[in-house]
Each structure stands twice: as C-alpha cells, then as structure tokens.
C-alpha cells in the first residue's frame, strides 16, 4: 500500500516529483532527523496547494527546502495550522515520510537483490562455460595421449620385428658357420683320406688345392659376412636412431600435455574455490535481504492496525459530535421557547425588566451547565465555564447592542445575541483552537516494537 503511494506520488507533475526525488536522497536523514520530516512535508502541502491553485501562506513562499532555517520552517508551518486543509495535508505528509522512506528502501533492496540473483545466474553461466571449454580440451587432449600411446604401441612392435629378424639372422649366420666348419671339416677329413690313400707326390698338390679352395672358401665366406654384417649394422642403426627419435618426441609432447593438464587442472580448482566463496557470500546477502523484507512486513502489519484504531476514534469523535449538536439544539429551543413563554405574560417596568432579564439568562445558563453535566466531551465544558468566565460574561453584558435591545424590551433577540456573542467570545476560539490543533499520536505496544525493530536494523 505504501509502495502503491510512493509510485503515485512520483507519477504527479514536476513538483511532486522534485520532493519525492529529494526525500529518497534523504531518506537516512529522515530516519533521525525532525527537520528533514518537516521540510519534506512543507514541499508535499505547498505542491497540493499548487496543483489546485491556491495562494500558499506569507511564510511559505518564499522558502526553500535547501536553504531554510529551521525558524522559517515552523513560521511556515504556524501559517499552515491556520487552515484546516493545510494542516491536514501537512500532517499527513509528516507521518508518512518516514514509512515512505522505507518503502523507497524496500524496493530499493529487492532491485539489489535482484541484481544479486543476476549477477551470481551470469557467474554460473561463465562457469559452466568455462568448464565446457575445459572438458573439451582434456577430451582432445586424451585422444592425442591415445594416438600418441598408439603410435608408441606400434613403434614397440616395429622394434619386436627387427629384434627377431636381427635375432633370426644371428641364427642364420651361426647355423651357416656351423655348416661351413662342418663342410671344412669333412672335406680336410676327405682329403686327409685322399692323401693317405694316394701317393706322396699327390698329396702335395692335393694338399695345396686343398688349401686354396679353403682360402678361397674362406674369403669368399668372410665377404659374405662381412658385407651382410655391413648392410645388417646400417640398417639396425638406421631403424634405431628413427625409432629412438621417435620416442624421444612422443615423450616430449607427452610431458608438454601433462603439463599442460596439471597446469589447467589448478587453475579450474582455484576457480571452483573463488566461486563456491561467492555464491556463499550471496547466499549471506540473500538471508539478511529476506530478514529485512520480513521486518517490513510486520511494521507494514502495525501500522495497519495502527490506522484502524484511528479510524475507529475518528467515528467515535464523530457521533460524540453529533450527539453535541442535536443536545444543544435542543437546550437552545428549550431556552427559547421559556424566554418567550416569560415575556409574554409578564408586562412590568423598564429596570425590572431588566433585572428580571438578569436573573432568567444567569438562570437559564445555570440550567443549562446542569443539564449537560453528565457528558464527558470536552465542547460541553467549554459552553459549562461560560457562566463561570466573568470577563467574556462583562464584555458581551456591556456591549452597547445589548443594552439597546434589553432597554426596547425585544428578550427574545437580546437572548439570543448574547449567546451568540458569548459563542463567538469564548466557544468558537476555543473549538478552531481544538479543531486546529494536531492531535496527540498514541503509540501502541505493537507500533512500539515496529519502530524497535525498525532501529535495530
């Protein structure tokens, strides 16, 4: 409700809007300061009395709101209790400056809240991006650990095959040794035997054949080796040297990607860390923010109950009002219809007339104070102490129109002139002075612990 008048207030023309504008500025000032409360209602009375066209007080023209004093202020607002209009608006702006202030607060903490709640939802989203981005990197980069683990598992079975090849023609190269020293050794057998069947003279020729076929055998057989140890150690060093630059790469880059992978892999924990500190500081912000909108609330609720009483004494002065207007008609007839009743039946002389004129008015008012003795409204003890007030009595008694009226011999009109005279000396000042001052607020235990808990927050 409060915020439904504070958004109304603000749509109204320039001038509602400057001191709607200058109070939300204010608003911690009017917490604690009067003076701020007064000049925010002066500004709110004066721009009513400017939208319906009518001429502010004297003492409130010429004021304004950043360089008054407090002096002018409260000339300017005796100038508005002199019209009951005035008054009431101005009253009614000082008691809901403070609690439109907090409403101000109130929205004010739920568009914070809000950009909290934005703020924070944008974080997740990042995060969740950022860790998106992250999977993706350590998904590329475990498939080229697998390729790289792939390529090593292949490289290590070329390394299986050239070990049995190499191992294969070790064993050839035995085998073909053995083969050769057997053949050697048969064939020196043979020609062993041939020369111990033959004659002298031929196993000298037979023994140098024999020994150049074996040179010859034999050279042939270290070429051979030799050529096929050649080819064999060039092409295990050439495979070894691929094979071991190979490795050596692949174990590079695998070192660069696991440093790469811790190196991420801290930087996502650090990150996880900053963010799990700021969604619990927002969760902090989010509690204090929904134990201040609860307080408000139940001041919103006080002051609910605060106004229905109000209400409440506002009808019951109303009827007390009522109930006053029609006794007192009543009284006057009754005074009326008894004066008349007096001076027609009595005919008597001018000074005894008026004596008698005397004594029926004292009379009457006597009546009158015991009549409305019994009620307990301040108005009848007003009207009650004019017999007792000598001096308004003597002023209106001597008035040069009474006199003239009472030496005609016109009781009626001379009646009802005094008590006309005597309400407009003594009744009617006392009830503009009733009616224009501001009434007493009675704070309730409930309004109480609303403004207790308003102070503790």
């Given amino acids: 409700m409060i915020s439904a008048a504070l958004a109304q207030n603000v749509n109204k023309p320039d001038c509602f809007r400057t001191a709607i504008g200058q109070m939300q500025q204010r608003c911690a000032d009017l917490d604690g300061l009067e003076e701020e409360k007064i000049s925010f209602a002066i500004s709110m009375t004066l721009c009513e009395l400017e939208i319906a066209h009518l001429s502010p007080p004297m003492e409130c023209r010429l004021i304004q709101n950043a360089a008054a004093t407090p002096m002018k202020r409260r000339h300017c607002v005796e100038a508005l209790a002199r019209s009951a209009q005035s008054w009431s608006s101005y009253s009614g702006y000082f008691r809901e400056s403070t609690r439109m202030c907090y409403a101000y ?46 390529s090593m598992h292949e490289i290590l079975g070329d390394l299986r095959g050239f070990s049995g090849v ?50 010859r055998i034999l050279s042939k057989h270290a070429e051979s080796l030799e050529g096929a140890v050649k080819t064999l150690g060039n092409e295990l060093s050439y495979h070894s040297e691929t094979l071991l630059q190979q490795v050596n790469l692949h174990d590079d880059e695998l070192s660069r990607v696991m440093n790469q992978v811790n190196h991420q892999w801290n930087e996502m924990i650090g990150g996880i860390s900053s963010l799990h500190l700021s969604i619990s ?3 902090q912000a989010t509690d204090r923010v929904g134990q201040q909108l609860q307080a408000h609330q139940e001041e919103t609720a006080a002051s609910y109950l605060v106004q229905l009483a109000a209400t409440k004494n506002a009808e019951q002065l109303a009827l007390a009002l009522e109930n006053l207007t029609s006794t007192t008609h009543v009284e006057l007839q009754q005074i009326s219809n008894a004066t008349q009743r007096i001076t027609e039946s009595l005919s008597v002389p001018q000074g005894q007339a008026t004596r008698i004129w005397y004594s029926i008015l004292l009379g009457a008012f006597r009546i009158f104070g015991r009549g409305v003795i019994f009620c307990k409204h301040p108005l009848w003890s007003l009207i009650r102490s004019l017999v007792g007030n000598l001096p308004a009595y003597h002023q209106v008694s001597e008035h040069a129109v009474f006199r003239i009226l009472i030496m005609v011999g016109h009781l009626a009109w001379s009646t009802a002139w005094f008590l006309l005279s005597a309400m407009m000396v003594i009744i009617v000042p006392e009830l503009g002075r009733l009616l224009t001052q501001p009434p007493e607020r009675i704070v309730t235990p409930v309004e109480a612990l609303a403004f207790q808990a308003e102070e503790t927050l």
């Fill in 166 to 215: 190499f191992n294969s023609v070790v064993a050839d190269m035995t085998d073909l040794s053995r083969g050769i020293m057997k053949h050697v050794t048969a064939s020196l057998d043979e020609t062993l035997t041939l020369i111990s069947r033959q004659q002298i003279e031929q196993q000298a020729h037979a023994l140098l054949e024999v020994d150049t076929g074996i040179s």
């Fill in 105 to 150: 607060q109130q929205l004010n903490d739920i568009d914070v809240a809000k950009d909290i709640y934005q703020n924070i939802t944008a974080e997740k989203l990042r995060l969740v991006r950022f860790l998106l981005g992250r999977e993706q990197s350590f998904q590329k980069n475990d498939q080229q650990l697998s390729v790289s683990l792939e």
């Fill in 281 to 283: 500081q927002a969760s």
